[in-house]
Each structure stands twice: as C-alpha cells, then as structure tokens.
C-alpha cells in the first residue's frame, strides 16, 4: 500500500467502509493488490485468482464507462470503475461496489417461457432488423419467426405508417424512453394488421412488445361509422339508434327497445306485434346489396306510423345491424308549435307591437290593427305614425325609454282619440327583451275603459255599502280571534251605538271583546261564550239571544240577536262576520204569545175535559138503558113492544154514534189517531160491511147493491177498523138522504205494482143531492148544508170531516160529484199492501173446541143500575157470575177463586181498574176486559199500557161484550 501512495490516513475508513473498494494493476492479468473487508467477504474469500481475469471481467469493455456490473456465483456486483489516466495513477480504482438485489425478478427458465409465450409478440432488433422474435408471429402474422430474422422490416410497414415510425425512432433513440405507437403490417397473406407496439429504443438495439388491435380498430371505425349516421339526419329528427344481432335477434338493450316505444307511439298492446316487424325487416336486409356498407329506407309500423330508418353493417361484427329509426315529427311538432305561437300572437285579445329603440316597428298583430283602425294590409312603419292617435305627440318615447335597463314591466295610461268613436283610455304596458342579441320592446295596449267605469261603479256601490252599514238597523261587526287567543273587534258599525247603549266616543275606545262581554246579563253569559266556541270548533255559523245592558233605568237590559258566520284565515287567525240587533220588542211580543198559548192549550184542556165527562155522563144511561133493552128483547115481547124497543134502540145507536164521532174527532185535532197496518180479508169486510147496513137501507126503504170487481178476494195490509167507519158513514149519510131509491157501493181492483195493489171505492145515491157552494161546506166540522138539516136528519156534522181526515191519514183523498135532485157520487182510492202471512192461524186439530156454554165471570162495577143491567145479559147468556165493587175487591177475589173472564169497570173507588189489572196480571193470566164510558185520550191509551186483553164502551152492546168475551178465552187457551 505506501509503495503504491496509498494515504494510511484513510486505511482505516476505507477498509472499514460497508461499501466494497478494490485496487488493480493496470498490467495483464491486472492483480488484485488491494481490497477491504467488505470486498473479502463478498468476493475474496470466493476468488481462485485474485486478478480481473479471475473476476470475468474484460476491463476494454469498460473503458468509456465509468460503471460496470459483474458477475461471480451467479451473483451481480455493480461498481464505480476510476481509469488509471484519469487519476494520474498506474491501477484501476473500484469502488461503491455493492451487489445487484436479483429478489423479483424471473429466473432464466421463467424468463424463457416469458420470451416463447403466446400473449404478445416480442421482439428484439437492431437497426432496421430483427433479432429475436418469438412464437406469436405465426398467428398473427402467418410468418415463421426465422423468416422475419435478419431481413429489413421496412417492406412489411405501411407506406402510410413509414416516415411516422422511422421519426419514431429518431425521436425515442436519445431520450431512450419507451414509445407506443400503431401501425399497419403486411402479413404473410399480404393483407395488413393493426399492430400497437411498446417500443424501447438503445443505441445498439430496440425491444418490442406488440399485439394484433386490427379487430379493435375496425370496431373504433365501425363506431364512428355508426356515430355519423346521425350527421346525416335532417334538422330536429325524432331519432333512436339501435344495435340488432341476427344471431341473438334481439336489440342491444331492453332500454333501446322501450324508448323506441316511447319514441314513436307505440301502444302497449301493439308492441309484441311492431317487434316483430321490426325483427323481421332488419333480417330482410343483406349488406351485398347496399352501397358503401349504408342502406337507407322506410316502412310503416301496423300503427300506421311512417319510420326511416339507416342501417350500417359493421366490419367488425358482419352478422350484426346497427342504424338509425327516425322521424320528422319532432321537426312537425315544432313547425306546428311555432304556428300555434304564431296563432297565439295573431289572434291575442290584447294589441301586441315589437318594436325596436328607435321605435321602428317589427310586427303587429290583429287587434293592434283594430285597435287603432287600420286595415290589415296596410304597412305601419314607426310609433310616431300613431301620434295622431293620442292627445300628446311623441309618448312612445317615454314607452320605450322606461324599460331600459330592466326586465320590470312598465305601465302607463293614456287616451286614445279616435274621430267617429268615444275616446278610450288605455293601459300601455312595456317590456324590454333581447331576441338574438338585438334588444327590443314589446308593447301592449289595453282597453282599461270599461275598467276604469267598474272602479268609480265600485267606489260608489262602496259608498252605498257604507252608507247602508251605518243605517241598517242594528249594528255590524267583525271580530278577530289571533293565533296567540285574543280577541277584538276591527270593524264596529256606527249601528252598535244604539245596540249596546254606548256613545259615539266610547265605540273608537270599543276593541276589546272582554268590553262587550261586561255587557252581557249574567244568566246569558255562559250560552253566549259556548255557543261562540262550539262555532269556532265546528266553523259554523253563530246565533245566540241574550240580553245586555241598555243603560236606561226603567229597562236596566234589552234582548240583543247576534248572528256571524266564522272563517278561518290562511295566518291561523279566526273571524266572525256578524250582526247584533234589538229585539226586545219581539220577545215581548213572544212573551204575549206564549201567554195565548198556554190560554189555548188550557182551553184544549177544559174542552177535552168537558168532552170526555159528556161522553161518560151519556154512556152511563145509555149502557142502563141499551141492556135494559136487550134483557126485554129476550123476554119474549109483544109486536108492539118490539116496535118500541126497536125506536129506543135507533136512539140509543145514534146517541153512540153521534158519542164515537166527538171521540174520534178529539183523537185527530189532538193527533193521536193513529192508522193500523194489520192484514185482512177485503173482501169479507166490504160484505160485512153492506150486511150490517142492510136492515138500515130496508128501514130506510132503499135498495143497497154491492158492485165487486174480479180480483178482491185478497188479503192486504191496512186499518181493518177505520176503513169501516169511512164507508159506513158513507153509505150511512146516502141512505138517511134517499128516499125509496138506490144506493152503490162500487169496489175496484185498479192495478197492481209487485206487493202494492191500489183499490177505487165509490158510493153512490139516487137523493135529494148538494148543491155545488155547499159541497165543500159538508166537509167542514160540526157543519150542515142548512141547519134545518140537523132537526130532520139528525147528526152532529161530524161524519164527513172524520171521513176526510180518516182518509187523508191512510194517504186517499176523498172528491164528490153531485147534483140537487139527482143524487151524490163520493169516491176515493186507496194502496195496500199484499198480506203474505196467513190471516187466520191454523188450528192444531188435535186441540179440542172451546165449550162456551159454561162460564164463570167476575163482575167489578161500582154503578148499581150497570151491574144489575149487566148481570141480567151474563144470565142471559147462561153464565155464572160474581160481582164486587172496587178494585181491592176484585184482586182479593182473583187470589181466592177461579174464573173464565174479569169484566172491568175503570173508573171505581179504593182502587180503579188500572191498579187493579196491574195488580192481577202478577199473579194470573186470566183475561181482563176493560168497560168504561170515559172518553179521555189518556184513558183510551193507558187501557193498552196496563196489559187488557180486551175493552168495550159503554154503553154496552151485549153482542159485540159477548163476542170480546169468546174472542180473549179463546186467544189464552192457543197461546197455552
């Protein structure tokens, strides 16, 4: 080392150095003298000769580097290489040597199978030929690769590509960054491939990593093929590109399909139908038949809609369509819009101009024309040619010169002049816009005059409202509930002065509702506050009448009627629109009124009082009287007798009859007649009916027909009892008013609707008839044709009245046709409804009949003469009987014995007959039937609340009580 000038000062740092530094002589076989300890153990120890020859290394090959890398046991070393005339020295300085990390990359045999693999072609060349070449030229090129070794490459480059390569390489060969770049070549079919290629350009060489894309650049041309399909489109087509498979037969997408659809109007049940159309034409079409790979067309969808369509045939994908469907009806429905604008423009109801700064005008529509009485094909050209239009020249200025700067609209108003018509006062409204980037002013122009009137109509109907608010009686108001609850009038009419009694200086200070409310009369202030409430929950309207202070001390409070209607506002807030008016002197009047209706209602009360102690004081003889008749009947009487009996039994029959009518009739004006719907046999009734009156019309020397129609053998629904008393009173009246003549009774069936069948009634006289003033006289209550007539014929004028009232109640209307001499005709229909359950119940045949021959009766009756009366017909009939006088009698006798039948008085004392029927039917089930002369509404009505089975009036008929009788024992033994 010192013969050899090394400095011992850096021994130390250089033999220790991590990095390795060795010395070598500059002479063959260039020795190594000198290494340190990082050289000895990666290299020394290893070396057989420690020379350069030793290491491998040619060191000529180094001598214009001033790095090298060797390699020694498979392992790389790279060092810093000193020449020896460069240092001034006699050896070779080596020095940051360190050895090359191998770690990731292949080994030789994967660095091999990299090289022969089939992904890309890679080569290796030097100037303008190649080197190495691997496998993958065969497929792609169809050349072995030692046909392509050693041979100009220039040849199989495009022409085109050429010059573009060879500045490839010039550019790339200094910087010696990796180029990419594609070009054409040749291949062994003479045809050229697409080939993208990474290059690596050296001084000595280039690599090459390279692929076929020819495929790929058709596809790219195929796609700009397909993209200038729609260049070629006319302006504004509705248009869809598509991609169809003939292999697949389906578009490229199911989105393509709907938007086609969507596109062209296609309904959804004829979609299936225009696919396959579709389908069907695209397969039609053959690309050896069209010119430059484009076919243009058209054909009709089963819609009717006319399509165009343009079809490319991609290189790239021969069994594949692509193109383009579309239509001008996006064009058309612009061109239809622009004349719709047009029309809208044209025919607006408003006088439209355009007109430029200057004021030149561009266009005009109709009513600009009309407006200002021009024709149509005259030409104006400026503003300042309708100056002779207006009181004042040149306004257009100050029109145009508002809007400038602004996108406001701008208003004015002005007179329009015109020489045969009334001027007119314009509104005038302007707008600047910006068309093309040329500013404009559009111009509108208003007929205002009509308006113009309706506002001074409105100012002055305002007036009048005014007017009228502050002289209609009684005062208006508005009351404003907020959304934080208060409460405060903002309107008073000057009409609350009088109401609430306040002064015309107190009303402006009047705001507060808690004012008006200190107001109101105590016992009405809870009704004021919840009836406000309940119309503010409900929003309905509001009244209340309540009395509030008058201020006047001979009438501390008035009656006030208040009255609104609430509404709800968009900020939450409630108002009440209302009124308060003085009504005191109409509640006195109603004060008066109530007074006369309580004096009315007593009234009613004594008159029905008085009616029902008439009819009992007149049934309680008559009852005496009528079974004395009965038991004389039945003694076997002299001719003579009977003729008398007979005349004391027509009085006794007309004083009931002439009983039962003031009944009747206290039962309707009070109301309380009410009409039955119970099934029976129409037919049995009408002969019941004219066989009951038979010994009349006999007595009365008249003959009594009954005339039927076919088809009333039938049972309906209706008031058995009251359409009896209808045509009993009927044919009653004809035959007392005829003579030895005719008397009809006519029933029809009319017609028949489903369960419905409506029936004609008429009865008909041949009498002395009524004169038309007084046919309807006849009708009114306890009414005659002449007074006379009550003393002939008798009656209380009762009979016809109840008849009409009877007949309005089951929904008929009674008419009459009459002529003095002649006779009378009365005749009225009424609708029943079919009866569908059996009218009689079917007897159990099993059942054994009822023996009526021996009965067991008890008798309560207080009157003596009634029950010696009334026992003497029980005898009569061979029944047994026992009589006791009040009602605690009659439930004692029922605990202790056995009877048939309870005939019960009503009116008796310690305990009447109500109390008394109570009192047994807790304890028995024995039939009770009520005998009473009272004629009381409330009577009547309780005689059906306490449970009797039965009732019958007195005076007593002794065979209607006797069929009662049968009628109850009967109906309790099928119920058992």
Not at 122 to 135: V, W
Not at 389 to 406: A, V
Request: glycine share 6%; net charge negative; with cysteine.
């Amino acid at each position: 080392m010192q013969d050899k000038g090394i400095n011992s000062t850096f021994k130390k740092i250089i033999y220790e150095s991590s990095e390795m530094v060795f010395l070598a002589d500059d002479t063959y076989p260039y020795s190594i003298f000198y290494a340190n300890e990082s050289f000895e153990e990666q290299l020394g120890e290893n070396l057989q000769e420690r020379n350069l020859v030793g290491l491998g290394l040619d060191i000529n090959a180094y001598i214009f580097k001033e790095e090298l890398v060797l390699t020694h046991n498979q392992k790389d070393y790279s060092f810093r290489l000193e020449l020896p005339q460069d240092s001034g020295s006699n050896y070779f300085l080596f020095y940051k040597g360190k050895e090359v990390k191998t770690h990731g990359l292949p080994s030789k045999k994967e660095a091999y199978q990299f090289f022969t693999s089939k992904l890309d072609l890679i080569a290796i060349g030097k100037h303008d030929h190649l080197t190495y070449l691997n496998s993958m030229v065969l497929p792609v090129l169809g050349f072995e690769p030692s046909e392509l070794l050693h041979t100009s490459l220039c040849p199989f480059v495009h022409e085109e590509d050429l010059d573009a390569l060879q500045n490839l390489w010039k550019t790339h060969l200094k910087s010696q960054d990796p180029a990419f770049h594609t070009f054409r070549f040749k291949g062994k079919d003479e045809k050229y491939r697409y080939l993208e290629c990474s290059i690596q350009f050296t001084q000595e060489s280039f690599f090459v990593i390279g692929r076929d894309v020819s495929g790929k650049i058709k596809a790219q041309e195929d796609e700009q093929e397909f993209f200038s399909l729609l260049d070629q489109l006319p302006a504004l087509a509705n248009s869809l590109s598509w991609k169809f498979s003939k292999t697949s037969q389906e578009f490229d997408s199911i989105q393509a399909e709907e938007l086609f659809y969507q596109k062209f109007l296609v309904s959804e049940s004829q979609r299936a139908q225009v696919k396959n159309q579709l389908v069907g034409y695209l397969n039609s079409l053959d690309s050896n038949s069209v010119t430059k790979g484009i076919y243009r067309g058209d054909f009709q969808l089963i819609s009717g809609k006319r399509i165009e369509v343009i079809v490319f045939f991609p290189k790239s994908n021969p069994s594949a369509l692509w193109g383009v469907f579309w239509d001008n009806s996006a064009k058309e429905l612009l061109e239809r819009e622009v004349l719709i604008q047009k029309g809208i423009w044209n025919e607006s109801p408003e006088a439209l101009m355009v007109v430029d700064e200057q004021g030149a005008i561009s266009s005009m529509n109709k009513e600009a024309y009309h407006l200002f009485g021009i024709e149509s094909d005259s030409r104006i050209n400026h503003l300042s040619d309708l100056n002779i239009f207006f009181e004042e020249e040149n306004l257009w200025s100050d029109w145009i010169s508002s809007s400038k700067g602004t996108t406001h609209t701008s208003r004015f108003s002005t007179s329009l002049i015109g020489e045969e018509k009334p001027s007119l006062t314009l509104e005038v409204a302007a707008k600047r816009m910006k068309i093309d980037g040329v500013e404009y002013v559009l111009l509108s122009f208003r007929n205002i005059t009509d308006q113009i009137s309706l506002e001074k109509t409105i100012e002055e109907s305002s007036d009048f409202l005014m007017n009228l608010t502050e002289q209609v009686p009684g005062g208006l108001y508005q009351l404003v509930l907020n959304s934080e609850g208060q409460m405060n009038f903002s309107f008073l009419s000057k009409g609350i002065n009088g109401v609430l009694g306040i002064s015309q200086e107190e009303i402006h200070q009047f705001t507060d509702i808690s004012a008006s409310i200190a107001k109101v009369h105590p016992q009405d202030l809870p009704t004021v506050i919840m009836s406000s409430v309940a119309s503010a929950k409900k929003m309905e309207p509001w009244q209340c009448q309540f009395r509030v202070k008058s201020g006047e001390k001979d009438a501390p409070y008035r009656w006030v009627l208040g009255a609104a209607r609430p509404q709800s506002l968009e900020n939450g807030d409630m108002v009440w629109y209302g009124y308060l008016t003085d009504i005191t002197k109409q509640k006195e009047f109603e004060s008066k009124l109530d007074e006369a209706r309580l004096a009315a209602e007593k009234a009613n009360q004594i008159k029905s009082e008085f009616l029902s102690m008439i009819s009992h004081e007149l049934r309680t003889p008559l009852n005496a009287i009528s079974g004395s008749v009965y038991s004389l009947f039945h003694e076997n009487p002299t001719d003579s007798q009977k003729s008398a009996l007979n005349t004391i039994n027509f009085a006794v029959d007309n004083l009931i009859i002439m009983i039962n009518d003031l009944l009747d009739f206290q039962k309707i004006e009070a109301g309380k007649l009410t009409i039955e719907n119970n099934p029976f046999q129409l037919k049995g009734l009408l002969d019941q009916i004219i066989k009951g009156l038979s010994f009349h019309a006999a007595d009365s020397k008249n003959k009594l027909n009954l005339h039927l129609s076919e088809g009333l053998d039938i049972a309906v629904k209706g008031d058995k009892t009251r359409l009896s008393q209808v045509l009993n009173n009927l044919i009653t009246n004809a035959l007392k008013f005829t003579h030895e003549g005719n008397v009809d009774v006519k029933v029809e069936l009319q017609g028949q609707i489903r369960n419905k069948v409506r029936v004609y009634f008429e009865v008909k006289d041949t009498g002395i008839g009524i004169a038309p003033e007084n046919q309807e006289k006849i009708f009114n209550d306890f009414d005659q044709v002449r007074p006379t007539f009550s003393t002939k014929y008798g009656g209380t004028g009762l009979g016809l009245s109840i008849t009409r009232k009877l007949l309005n109640l089951m929904g008929g209307k009674i008419a009459l046709e009459s002529a003095v001499g002649t006779g009378s005709r009365f005749y009225f229909d009424l609708e029943f409804e079919r009866a569908e359950e059996e009218l009689v119940p079917t007897q159990d045949n099993k059942r054994k009949p009822l023996a009526f021959d021996k009965l067991h009766l008890l008798m309560a009756e207080d009157n003596e003469v009634n029950a010696l009366v009334l026992g003497k017909i029980i005898k009569k009939w061979g029944y047994t009987y026992e009589r006791v006088e009040n009602g605690l009698e009659a439930v004692e006798a029922m605990k202790t014995g056995t009877y048939d039948c309870v005939l019960m008085d009503i009116q008796m004392p310690e305990m009447d007959g109500f109390e008394a029927t109570l009192a047994i039917k807790q304890f028995s089930d024995t039939p009770i039937i009520a005998l009473t002369a009272a004629a009381k509404l409330e009577i009547m009505e309780k005689i059906d609340e306490c449970g009797f089975e039965g009732f019958v009036a007195k005076p007593i008929d002794a065979a209607e009580l006797l069929k009662k009788i049968k009628e109850v024992i009967s109906e309790k033994n099928y119920k058992a």
